[in-house]
């Protein structure tokens, strides 16, 4: 967008939101200070975060948003000059100049966009809890089942493995060997004890929830090849940051689903991402429509511990911001870390609605010259009460502005828009093929067949493949993934990230053999090993 008026054009330094007696700016240097936008349906908050999104990105900064609806696609496609955006550009002091911006979709589902994976251990046990909604007992005996899986060398990879295991600590009494022959799953069972009572309607509840994650499409996140987070932090070749959409759509037919997969990949940017400090401007900003289904239910531990996420993860130049109804849906300890934000408007026609508004206005700093209340409920289609940060850190005094126009298209794209910009996309290819490497229920299964160790006379897991099989065996002995162990080693970690690097680069069948011979039983790579301690550490309840 060109701006007629070059004193109010978006700087290095700042990004222009709109107008009110005075241009309203977000400054860059304290976007990962975090944001708040918040509004009822249908008074304008995709179009306020399509605004900050496109100035973001203009300025290099890579953002990541969930899109619910399909509207915010279309900043992947050139804008139009229809009548009100003209009008609001004017009524600003702008001439609108149209403009688009790289995209990349993705998509849990792999339908809309670049399938979106990640390993079940990589999740975690306290993450998939929540995701399933288990109760304490429930939980305890999931993380049973991964310390389990830790100490016997048990890959967690996708929904059969975990499966598999759950089936592998349910006691197992009733069935005693014949013929003199030993449970090849004895030792798990009495491990899994170890830890405290596992019982099988305990286990059975669990294998439930599964299956209605499963039948919700969940089972499809959870595999390989998993995301990498460095391909959301990508600029485009004219130095602008690459906007990133997750289709959710569907993925918000289960919201919980949706949630704990949005607060994971937030967790594994807190772990991967160095510590940066205070930077020009942020690394990457992180849009969270829907915010409050974040909250609904969650424990406090838990929320004390999405706040200190929040917190902390201001140093690692993330900058977040929610987006949802009203400030009160938003715990107040988290609510204090976000520093810039937007008020649409709010209607209070009943004594709740109107109590509603009133703790709205009392979240900004004052403006004598307004009765935030009052403009709250009086606000139209498009304009917004602001109050961003200023040099200092300080929340400047609430304003009420006229947002501008976005640059790019308001509203959803096309299927064969959106099927060019897939194929165009520079990580085509990279997720789209699912990996069925060999992980806990393969090894599980050598175990009761028999076959892990007289498959080669009793030196080890068997490699077979051919070539690939003896690589996979050459791998096993140097790095020691042959053995029974705890957490994985250095060298382990290393050899994963070996071969997720081949797999990058073979395409069809050779690809899922790699990733089968070489990669299958040696654990996640180095960085995301460490999260799911870490995360265990951040999330743990009690």
Same mark, same amino acid.
């Given at each position: 967008?060109?701006?007629?008026d070059?004193t109010?054009?978006?700087?290095?330094e700042?990004?222009?939101?709109?107008?009110?007696?005075?241009?309203?700016?977000?400054t860059?240097?304290?976007g990962?200070?975090?944001?708040?936008?918040?509004?009822?349906?249908?008074?304008?908050?995709?179009?306020?975060?399509?605004?900050m999104?496109?100035?973001?990105?203009?300025?290099?900064?890579?953002?990541?948003?969930?899109?619910?609806?399909?509207?915010?696609?279309?900043?992947s496609?050139?804008?139009?000059?229809k009548d009100?955006?003209?009008?609001?550009?004017a009524?600003?002091?702008l001439?609108?100049?149209?403009?688009?911006?790289?995209?990349?979709?993705?998509?849990?589902?792999?339908?809309?966009?670049?399938?979106?994976?990640?390993?079940?251990?990589?999740?975690?046990?306290?993450?998939?809890?929540?995701?399933?909604d288990?109760?304490?007992?429930?939980?305890g005996?999931?993380n049973?089942?991964?310390?389990?899986?830790?100490d016997?060398?048990?890959?967690?990879?996708?929904?059969?493995?975990?499966r598999?295991?759950?089936?592998?600590?349910?006691?197992?009494?009733?069935?005693?060997?014949?013929?003199?022959?030993?449970?090849?799953?004895?030792?798990?069972?009495?491990?899994?004890?170890?830890?405290?009572n596992?019982?099988?309607?305990?286990?059975?509840?669990?294998?439930?929830?599964?299956?209605?994650?499963?039948?919700?499409?969940?089972?499809?996140?959870?595999?390989?090849?998993?995301?990498?987070l460095k391909?959301?932090?990508?600029?485009?070749?004219?130095?602008?940051?690459?906007v990133?959409?997750?289709?959710?759509?569907?993925l918000?037919?289960?919201?919980?689903?949706?949630?704990?997969?949005?607060?994971?990949?937030?967790?594994?940017?807190?772990?991967?991402?160095?510590?940066?400090?205070?930077?020009?401007?942020?690394?990457?900003?992180?849009f969270?429509?829907?915010?409050?289904?974040l909250?609904?239910?969650?424990?406090?531990p838990l929320?004390?511990?999405?706040?200190?996420?929040?917190?902390?993860?201001?140093?690692?130049? $993330?900058g977040?911001?929610?987006?949802?109804?009203?400030?009160?849906?938003?715990?107040?300890?988290?609510?204090?870390?976000?520093g810039?934000?937007?008020q649409h408007?709010?209607?209070?026609?009943?004594?709740?609605?109107?109590?509603?508004?009133?703790?709205?206005?009392?979240?900004?700093?004052?403006?004598?010259?307004?009765?935030t209340?009052?403009?709250?409920?009086?606000?139209?289609?498009?304009?917004?009460?602001?109050?961003?940060?200023?040099?200092?850190?300080?929340?400047? $005094?609430?304003?009420r502005?006229l947002?501008?126009?976005?640059s790019?298209?308001?509203?959803?794209?096309?299927?064969?828009?959106?099927?060019a910009?897939?194929?165009?996309?520079?990580?085509?290819?990279?997720?789209?093929?699912?990996?069925?490497?060999?992980?806990?229920?393969?090894?599980?299964?050598?175990r009761i067949?028999?076959?892990?160790?007289?498959a080669?006379g009793?030196?080890?897991?068997?490699?077979?493949?051919?070539m690939?099989?003896?690589?996979?065996?050459?791998?096993?002995?140097?790095?020691g993934?042959?053995?029974?162990?705890?957490?994985?080693?250095t060298?382990?970690?290393?050899a994963?990230?070996?071969?997720?690097?081949?797999?990058?680069?073979?395409?069809?069948?050779?690809?899922?053999? $790699?990733?089968?011979?070489?990669?299958?039983?040696?654990?996640?790579?180095?960085g995301?090993?460490?999260?799911?301690?870490?995360?265990?550490?951040?999330?743990?309840?009690?």
């Open positions: 967008m060109a701006i007629s070059n109010m054009a978006d700087t290095a700042k990004i222009l939101i709109g107008k009110g007696e005075e241009p309203a700016w977000l860059l240097a304290l990962n200070h975090h944001g708040l936008v918040t509004g009822a349906t249908g008074t304008g908050k995709t179009v306020s975060l399509q605004v999104a496109e100035g973001f990105a203009r300025a290099g900064v890579p953002v990541f948003a969930a899109d619910i609806k399909g509207d915010l696609s279309g900043i496609e050139v804008g139009e000059g009100f955006i003209l009008k609001r550009a009524d600003i002091g001439s609108f100049e149209p403009d688009q911006f790289s995209t990349i979709f993705w998509d849990v589902f792999g339908e809309q966009g670049h399938p979106v994976r990640a390993t079940v251990t990589e999740m975690g046990p306290l993450l998939l809890a929540r995701m399933l288990l109760n304490d007992v429930q939980e005996v999931l049973v089942a991964f310390r389990v899986a830790d016997n060398g048990l890959t967690l990879i996708d929904m059969k493995d975990l598999a295991l759950l089936d592998a600590i349910v006691p197992d009494a009733s069935k005693k060997p014949a013929d003199g022959k030993v449970d090849p799953l004895a030792p798990i069972r009495k491990a899994a004890q170890g830890f405290g596992v019982t099988r309607a305990t286990v059975g509840t669990i294998q439930r929830q599964l299956l209605v994650l499963e039948n919700q499409g969940g089972e499809k996140f959870f595999g390989e090849p998993a995301l990498a391909d959301f932090m990508r600029t485009d070749r004219d130095g602008r940051g690459m990133n959409i997750l289709v959710a759509d569907k918000m037919q289960s919201p919980r689903l949706y949630a704990t997969f949005l607060l994971w990949m937030l967790s594994e940017l807190f772990e991967e991402l160095p510590e940066v400090g205070d930077p020009p401007k942020p690394k990457l900003v992180f969270f429509d829907e915010a409050h289904l909250f609904n239910d969650a424990p406090k929320l004390d511990k999405i706040e200190q996420v929040v917190r902390l993860i201001r140093s690692k130049g $993330v977040v911001y929610l987006v949802t109804q009203n400030p009160i849906d938003v715990p107040d300890r988290v609510l204090g870390q976000l810039n934000r937007m408007a709010l209607r209070a026609y009943t004594p709740r609605d109107q109590k509603a508004v009133a703790a709205a206005a009392q979240t900004f700093r004052p403006n004598p010259k307004l009765d209340a009052k403009v709250i409920s009086e606000l139209g289609k498009g304009e917004a009460l602001v109050s961003f940060l200023e040099g200092n850190g300080v929340p400047a $005094v609430v304003e502005i947002v501008r126009p976005p790019a298209r308001i509203g959803p794209i096309t299927p064969e828009e959106r099927k910009i897939i194929d165009a996309s520079p990580v085509k290819g990279k997720y789209d093929t699912a990996i069925d490497a060999e992980s806990a229920y393969e090894m599980l299964q050598k067949a028999g076959t892990a160790a007289s080669n009793g030196q080890g897991p068997a490699s077979g493949g051919g690939l099989g003896q690589i996979g065996a050459i791998a096993a002995s140097i790095f993934t042959n053995v029974t162990h705890g957490r994985l080693s060298g382990q970690l290393i994963r990230n070996i071969a997720r690097s081949l797999t990058d680069k073979v395409v069809g069948g050779a690809a899922a053999d $790699v990733g089968r011979s070489v990669g299958g039983s040696l654990g996640g790579s180095i995301r090993s460490i999260v799911r301690g870490t995360l265990g550490g951040l999330l743990r309840r009690g």
